[in-house]
């Protein structure tokens, strides 16, 4: 049995496809409908699985997904089965895809397991079905593409290479990029075992010097950048302090509103598991206050390692060096309140509380560092507003 797989994010359309193709189904893919019309004509595929958010032809002509289902089904009059799987949730666009003949649709986020099941309702299992592959829990296909930058300097016996790994084979859509800061241990050989088997959506950017994570988080974005599939793009810290449940929660809120960057808040509130030093959180709390009042804008907590933005966003704010090699978070907000004005920013800027925050040992941020970062906050006050 043939399947058609349109899609115009590579993640995603690679995965569909070699899933698939594991199997038994004989498996094409299309990136647009320009592209989907040639294949479908060619290939007479037995089921066509079709995204509705599709790029520019050629640049100049916007298209969607149902410009293919009215091809298939106005001009050819073929009843080919169609099945749309796509982030699209705009009620008339799904009920206009229904009268024009679609036989299913799935909202994305969706597992694979019920992609495969609607396809096998649909047109059955293949004739040489090969065994299911089993995979630990479900492998979801994001809504949207999303990039994660996470800046790595002497990790070598503190990353959780299973986590990232397992993360990156059951999150279709997120691609990781880790960025080893001129490590002098034996970080970019784990970076690159890590990688290994997942090049498709992990990626090691080396900086042979170490400059600082400032620098490491914004090589790692512009590197990022260039894959024109990423909806969104964010960074983490390479300890999982925040974990990727939270991450998840970050994505999800940038993804359902008007906001532009959605920042991690480890504020202590009901329900959370919040774990820092003592020490630790009386000095946070003195430079965070010292943060607001630079800032004058209402955010708690501008210094959490976890954060993601709007791609446009990425590239403004990421495009210059930071003047601080540790406190280019604050320099985001700043670069934010210059660029929009302080009350479009705060509009802007979503800041959301994590449930969950532990602080791991060996930090690279020592006590002398944190007094050192007051004369930075003051540099930066000065520079931002002259």
Same mark, same amino acid.
């Given at each position: 049995?043939?399947?058609?797989?349109?899609? %115009?994010?590579?993640?995603?359309?690679?995965?569909?496809? !070699?899933?698939?193709?594991?199997?038994?189904?004989?498996?094409?893919?299309?990136?647009?409908?320009?592209?989907?019309?040639?294949?479908?004509?060619?290939?007479?595929?037995?089921?066509?699985?079709?995204?509705?958010?599709?790029?520019?032809?050629? *640049?100049?002509?916007?298209?969607?997904?149902? +410009?293919?289902?009215?091809?298939?089904?106005?001009?050819?009059?073929?009843?080919?089965?169609?099945?749309?799987?796509?982030?699209?949730?705009?009620?008339?666009?799904?009920? +206009?895809?229904?009268?024009?003949?679609?036989?299913?649709?799935?909202?994305?986020?969706?597992?694979?397991?019920?992609?495969?099941?609607?396809?096998?309702?649909? #047109?059955?299992?293949? +004739?040489?079905?090969?065994?299911?592959? &089993?995979?630990?829990?479900? &492998?979801?296909? @994001?809504?949207?593409?999303? *990039?994660?930058?996470?800046?790595?300097?002497?990790?070598?016996?503190?990353? /959780?290479?299973?986590?990232?790994?397992?993360?990156?084979?059951?999150?279709?859509?997120?691609?990781?990029?880790?960025?080893?800061? *001129?490590?002098?241990?034996?970080?970019? @050989?784990?970076?690159?075992?890590?990688?290994?088997?997942?090049?498709?959506?992990?990626?090691?950017?080396?900086?042979?010097?170490?400059?600082? !994570?400032?620098?490491?988080?914004?090589?790692?974005?512009?590197?990022?950048?260039?894959?024109? @599939?990423?909806?969104? #793009?964010?960074?983490?810290?390479?300890?999982?302090?925040?974990?990727? &449940?939270?991450?998840?929660?970050?994505?999800?809120?940038?993804?359902?509103? %008007?906001?532009?960057?959605?920042?991690?808040?480890?504020?202590?509130?009901?329900?959370?598991?919040?774990?820092?030093?003592?020490?630790?959180?009386?000095?946070?709390?003195?430079?965070?206050?010292?943060?607001?009042?630079?800032?004058?804008?209402?955010?708690?907590?501008?210094?959490?390692?976890?954060?993601?933005?709007?791609?446009?966003?990425?590239? +403004?704010?990421?495009?210059? !060096?930071?003047?601080? !090699?540790?406190?280019? %978070?604050?320099?985001?907000?700043?670069?934010?309140?210059?660029?929009? *004005?302080?009350?479009?920013?705060?509009?802007?800027?979503?800041?959301?509380?994590?449930?969950?925050?532990?602080?791991?040992?060996?930090?690279?941020?020592?006590?002398?560092?944190?007094?050192?970062?007051?004369?930075? /906050?003051?540099?930066?006050?000065?520079?931002? &507003?002259?």
């Amino acid at each position: 049995m043939k399947i058609l797989a349109i899609d %115009d994010q590579q993640l995603i359309l690679l995965s569909v496809q !070699k899933w698939l193709s594991q199997l038994g189904y004989e498996v094409k893919t299309a990136r647009n409908t320009e592209e989907g019309i040639k294949v479908f004509n060619s290939f007479n595929p037995d089921l066509v699985l079709l995204d509705m958010n599709m790029p520019e032809i050629s *640049g100049v002509i916007e298209t969607t997904g149902t +410009e293919m289902v009215k091809y298939i089904r106005v001009l050819l009059k073929k009843d080919t089965p169609i099945l749309v799987m796509s982030g699209n949730t705009n009620e008339s666009v799904i009920l +206009e895809n229904f009268n024009l003949g679609v036989n299913d649709y799935m909202k994305k986020p969706v597992s694979l397991e019920e992609m495969t099941v609607r396809i096998k309702r649909i #047109i059955g299992s293949p +004739e040489m079905e090969k065994e299911t592959v &089993r995979t630990a829990g479900a &492998r979801m296909l @994001q809504k949207n593409c999303v *990039g994660v930058v996470i800046p790595c300097y002497n990790e070598e016996t503190r990353l /959780l290479s299973d986590t990232f790994r397992d993360f990156a084979h059951k999150n279709l859509g997120y691609h990781l990029c880790f960025v080893n800061d *001129g490590s002098t241990d034996s970080t970019l @050989q784990v970076l690159y075992e890590l990688q290994q088997g997942n090049e498709s959506n992990i990626s090691v950017y080396n900086c042979k010097k170490n400059g600082g !994570k400032a620098e490491a988080v914004r090589q790692g974005i512009q590197h990022l950048l260039k894959d024109h @599939q990423l909806d969104y #793009i964010g960074y983490l810290d390479a300890d999982l302090s925040t974990d990727f &449940r939270d991450f998840n929660d970050l994505v999800s809120t940038i993804e359902n509103s %008007d906001f532009k960057i959605v920042s991690g808040s480890r504020m202590n509130r009901m329900g959370a598991d919040i774990t820092k030093e003592s020490a630790r959180k009386i000095i946070s709390k003195t430079i965070n206050l010292i943060i607001r009042n630079i800032l004058k804008m209402p955010f708690n907590d501008t210094q959490c390692g976890a954060k993601v933005m709007d791609r446009e966003i990425a590239a +403004e704010m990421f495009k210059n !060096k930071f003047i601080t !090699k540790w406190l280019f %978070d604050v320099e985001i907000f700043m670069r934010m309140r210059r660029f929009y *004005g302080r009350k479009e920013a705060v509009k802007m800027i979503c800041e959301k509380p994590l449930k969950r925050w532990i602080h791991a040992d060996g930090s690279k941020l020592s006590m002398s560092d944190s007094v050192k970062i007051v004369g930075q /906050l003051a540099q930066i006050a000065v520079h931002y &507003r002259s």
